[in-house]
């Protein structure tokens, strides 16, 4: 019994740190970059104070959108919003924000907790929306923030004023991703079956992607050693939104397109997203 409680209580410590995993540390301040910039404070449900910022880009006149980042499940928010801050030379403002437990944001971060982060920041994003005459929100989930933001949006009451979601190296379920991992893992795998058991899909994306009535780009490179390809053609092939499009790249591997420094990826991602609003509004 105690062999077993212990495996049990390794195997969802495992788990568990797959989906979560914060710090503190200062990795690249928007200074170093030339960026202009407001540190934002606003609350989760619960009161928790949470921690992001706000760029702003140069280009003053025909600003293009707003654009607000989901980042995925390790470091904190100075390391991530680099994938979109060369956004901002193309006439976006940035919106990038911490869940609990992250960078400066209180707390410590949880399936529930960070679920509930989720809403707070749509219902900040309408705020900053609000502020100035942006042509278009764009919305994007990277990684756990793909899961997190999908679930979040499905129960959104204003899915019809966002113009596009953006899912990059993302996956639906919790349960199936520790699953996969277990398998993964040669002396583990006999004991995947445990991951429906020790870990809950109550907050995920499983089961809500149909509810999001959003035009999406679903991007995945297919040799992504975190997230499988099979999860991104997954999510494409469950979305009821029309239109939608699939950017799976043959060399891609994790989160590696928005960030990457080939202005080639750059063009591309930018001609996808514009046919896509272009789609929708026509």
Request: proline share 4%; glycine share 8%; charged share 25%.
């Amino acid at each position: 019994m105690k062999i077993a409680a212990l495996l049990s209580f390794f195997l969802f410590f495992s788990c568990t740190h797959l989906f979560f995993q914060p710090d503190h540390f200062l990795y690249a301040p928007p200074e170093k970059l030339n960026l202009t910039y407001e540190n934002i404070l606003f609350d989760s449900k619960d009161g928790t104070r949470l921690h992001s910022w706000f760029l702003h880009s140069p280009i003053k006149e025909g600003r293009e959108g707003l654009v607000v980042l989901f980042h995925g499940n390790a470091q904190n928010l100075s390391s991530h919003y680099l994938s979109v801050s060369w956004l901002v030379q193309y006439g976006y403002d940035v919106w990038v924000w911490d869940y609990r437990g992250y960078g400066l944001s209180q707390g410590e971060a949880n399936s529930r907790g960070v679920y509930e982060d989720a809403q707070a920041a749509l219902g900040y994003v309408e705020k900053l929306y609000s502020k100035k005459d942006y042509k278009n929100l764009i919305l994007v989930g990277q990684s756990l923030g793909g899961n997190i933001l999908t679930r979040a949006l499905s129960e959104y009451p204003y899915q019809d004023k966002v113009d596009l979601l953006v899912l990059d190296s993302t996956f639906l379920s919790y349960q199936e991703m520790a699953k996969n991992r277990l398998k993964s893992v040669w002396f583990l795998w006999p004991f995947n079956f445990l991951s429906s058991l020790l870990i809950s899909d109550e907050y995920s994306a499983k089961g809500h992607i149909k509810k999001i009535k959003i035009p999406t780009l679903v991007i995945h490179g297919k040799k992504d050693p975190v997230v499988p390809f099979i999860f991104g053609e997954e999510i494409y092939r469950e979305l009821e939104v029309n239109p939608k499009d699939f950017w799976a790249r043959e060399e891609g591997k994790h989160i590696d397109t928005l960030g990457n420094s080939k202005g080639d990826m750059k063009e591309e991602f930018l001609k996808l997203i514009g046919k896509l609003l272009d789609s929708s509004s026509s």
